[in-house]
């Protein structure tokens, strides 16, 4: 067995994988693998930008706009129906296993759950509200996100960690806990640099 394939090697057997159908998207840009192996129940909802890897097991039932340079490792849950929305910016991650959750009912007894034969003005009252990851900021693994969260710009959230519902991050800071609590601040000289070199700044 061969162990030292070049890395390059590795994302050219990765991107010749069987993927998604990417035509039933709204947009697509250049450079975009998407597993085959995902579920996007609302595609005409779905923009994707350029330099995007979506991997296997991805769950989607809202509106997703994504800018350039994401990865959405396996496993991620985003869901919130047709009304909820994901926006992610450059150069952003959601790793593996975490879920995002764009609109939820209340709970508090104001009606059934939302749920197959409820009629609708028998259901509880929903909480819809968009999250938006700003460019640089990233999700550690088993991160549950709650709906009108805005993660700032080079904002990192912890492994594990609870975002409750309205959560409005300090820019390059990174947080962990449940709920999340800011730990340190993040230097972001060095990326900034990559990024104008790469020529978004």
Known sequence: ????????????EIMNSPQYDKALL?????DVFISSAVEIRRPHLVSIGN????DSGFYLTTALETNDHIHIGPYVSIIGGREGKLTLGRF????AKSTIICASDAYLGEGLITAPGVPEEMRDRLIVEPIVFENFANVGANVTILPGVTLAEG????ACS???????????????GNPIKPIKKRPKEK???YAKELGYL
Request: glycine share 6%; net charge positive; charged share 20%.
């Open 1 to 12: 067995m061969v162990f030292n394939r070049s890395l390059k090697s590795q994302d050219e």
């Open 26 to 30: 709204k947009s697509v840009g250049d």
């Open 51 to 54: 330099h995007v890897a979506v």
């Open 92 to 95: 952003t991650n959601i790793a």
């Open 155 to 158: 904002c990192v959230i912890g």
């Open 162 to 176: 609870f975002v409750p519902r309205g959560t409005k991050t300090e820019p390059w800071t990174i947080y962990a």
């Open 191 to 193: 990326m900034l640099r």
